[in-house]
């Protein structure tokens, strides 16, 4: 059975600190790896990854993907109390049109 | 561009109630999805469609029903309404099969007394 696990689930913090989220996946045939961020409405598109060891970077957010270890981190440096959001780690099957989500990371950044 | 659109934002039912969810989204996307949000479950598709007029099953599709008569419009319904259905939904849609980002609609929060 296709899984997407995220890792922690909760994470407590103070202002300034950086973080590393963890998704790690089991499916068949992957074929891309999304990062959202959800605060108190609807998932917001962060990065989509597809090669391994290619770094996706939006400001003091970024991304990479390792195939080999069929995972990938989401890296936040210098977090701010606006940071605080559940983030979302999804994964695609290829040849497949439904995407299969993790339970997310609750990150909470304390001023 | 309005995006995607729900309708209802809020509604509160009593058990054995029906009624519909409306996503609508302006961007000619073919590809439309229904989820449900629960506390530590992140997001759990209920069915989606890959175009008007098709529909098929998620993960969790029991006591829900959905039809795409157009394109923009995908409808959830709920015909006999149960507690555990309490929940947020959320609706999603992307252009088509190599492009992966699905935008999401602002969420409906369900309510079953």
């Known amino acids: 059975e296709d899984k997407v696990v995220q890792s922690p689930l909760s994470l407590v913090v103070h202002e300034g600190d950086t973080v590393t989220l963890n998704c790690s996946y089991e499916?068949?045939?992957?074929?891309?790896l999304l990062w959202y961020k959800q605060e108190k409405k609807a998932p917001t598109f962060l990065f989509m990854l597809?090669?391994?060891?290619i770094e996706k970077k939006s400001g003091r957010l970024s991304s990479i993907l390792d195939k080999k270890e069929l995972s990938s981190i989401l890296n936040i440096t210098a977090t701010q109390t606006g940071d605080s959001a559940i983030y979302l780690c999804?994964?695609?099957?290829?040849?497949?049109?439904?995407?299969?989500f993790g339970k997310g990371t609750r990150l909470h950044i304390l001023p | 561009n309005a995006g995607v659109t729900q309708t209802p934002k809020f509604r509160v039912l009593k058990t054995g109630q029906s009624m519909t969810l409306l996503c609508a989204q302006d961007m000619n996307h073919e590809y439309m999805y229904w989820y449900r949000q629960d506390p530590g479950m992140g997001l759990r598709l209920i069915h989606y469609?890959?175009?008007?007029?098709?529909?098929a099953k998620g993960e969790v599709p029991d006591g829900y029903n959905v039809s795409r008569l157009k394109k923009q419009n995908f409808l959830l319904g709920l015909e006999s309404a149960a507690p555990s259905q309490t929940s947020v939904y959320f609706c999603a849609s992307r252009n088509r099969v190599y492009d992966n980002e699905q935008f999401f609609g602002p969420g409906t929060r369900l309510t079953v007394l």
């Open positions: 999804a994964v695609y099957p290829n040849r497949d049109d439904k995407i299969i």
């Open positions: 499916v068949t045939n992957f074929r891309s």
């Open positions: 597809t090669s391994s060891g």
């Open positions: 469609s890959v175009g008007e007029g098709t529909t």
